[in-house]
């Protein structure tokens, strides 16, 4: 197999004084979806922001493409999570793609029919043709965040980095944006990390997880890391795994002398049960 | 009267406040639709009223007020950077602070400027500009600062709109959005400085935010925006030099000022704006859109 694209090796993050990330390790290769699993406050978004280059490291390294993150910003697309574009701002989809292309140069921009050419290409690839003159403001969510992604992908990235894109979607906008992400990783060979609290609509496209619990992540196929013992020792907490169809749950056990106590509380105090 | 009688073009005064007046209306549309854009209305709105302080203390020390207003504006505007702009109720704190210490200022130093220099007018002018007043020595210093907020809007003119889409859009690309949020402050106190100068130091945010509000409704890409703007701003401020001098035979020779003027014409132009804008559905809501996946 080629080099990874990505490369986390030991991760450790520390932000005043807390430990956020403990020992972070995957590697993403091209054409690979990993999903990063993990409740609010585990670290999804620290360990997003260090591989932008945009956070300090304790110790342990984060490589993309073979370099430290903050010289490969060119080699990264990025979707934020929250996007909150004023209805009234004079930008047409195309204008947002542009800035994806140009936004971070001096000068004023000048026409060329190169940058259009890669403009209409991106727009083409998330299927945004149909309101590339709209402004931006004007579209719905599900239109919004594919023209983030047209945004982020204009440049040819190698690497797409989105922040919870699921978030906020309705079922038909997600199921889309999932068939969008999959094209994007298996046909045109991007590398795609996504974050989500829920890995199952992530399911059909998704090649690695990354499983992350209070700053400590399990890493590898799904079959790999969704097992009991894997998360067990993750969560430090037994946990059932049910698997139904295609869909998964994870759920904490409860502990059978816990159970137990329940029942004898409940036994001992029987005018109370009503 | 001080406009003598030469008629509008031939007068100097009115030459004068149509060099300056353009350079205001002009350096106000290009960084007006970046201060709309960013939601920092009111931070333009206060440092050009705390800039009054500046105006104030120039009379004072016998400098160039177009110094003074620029000077005290970015003092003002390093003040609402260092007191924190992380969360908008924080950044409306800020600058509401900030405003109150600069008028107080502002209130002592035209107090002295009365009594101890006793130029009458000054509170007027400061606060409310004169514009057949200003003097032909501070024509060059206007289209210097001019011309630095069009160096400056140019430069940055990518990074600041990026910025103020989506600041974290902005900081993947590797901009920091606090560097370019303290550079558009500074551009910003410029161009406060020339409309300061022009129609007073407070009433220059209706020239900074009025047009580039207005032609924000108007406008589908950002560099329309601007020569909306500038339209609206220039037909102002025009529109209002002229009125006032012609307001001298409406009124038996008590013209008004100039600044009235001007401000009336952006407010009637906003109101157009935003009934157009309703009209023609350009700034509707957000429509609730089906996926075409969906429909089959």
Redesign the interface.
Known sequence: MSDPILSVAHLSVDLGGRSILRDVSFDLYPGQLCALIGENGAGKTTLLRSL???TAQRSGQVLIDGAPA?QR?AL?G?V?????????????TR??VQ?GL????????LFSGRKKALVDQALYAVGAEAFA?Q?V????G??QQRA?IA?ALVRQPRLLILDEPLANLDF??A??LV?LLGTLTHIQHIAVLVTAHDMNPLLPVMDRLVYLVGGQAATGSVDEVVRPEVLGKLYGHPVTVLRHGRRILVLPDVAAEDAEACTAAHMSHPEKAD | MLLGNSGFFGSEPVQTALIVGTCAALVSALIGMFTVLRGNAFAGHALADVSSAGGAASLLLGVSPLLGFLGMAWIAAFGMEFLGVRKVRERDLATGIVLGAGLGLSALLLYLDVTTTSTTGAAVSVMFGSMFAIPRSLVGPALMASAAVFLLAGLLYRPMLLTAVDPDLAAARGISPRWIGLLQLLTLGLAVAVCALAIGAVLATALLIGPAGAAIRLSRRPAQAIFWASVIGLTAVWGGIWMAYESYYWFSGNAWPVSFFVVTLVFLFYLVAVLVARVTGLSARPKPVIWPHCEA
């Open positions: 932008l280059g945009l903050d910003r990264v990025y934020p999570q929250k996007i909150a574009l004023d209805p009234d701002i004079p930008l047409r204008d947002l800035l140009d936004g971070h140069r001096l000068g004023l921009p003159d402004r403001g004007e579209l719905s599900g239109q983030v945004h038909g906008s199921n889309a068939a």
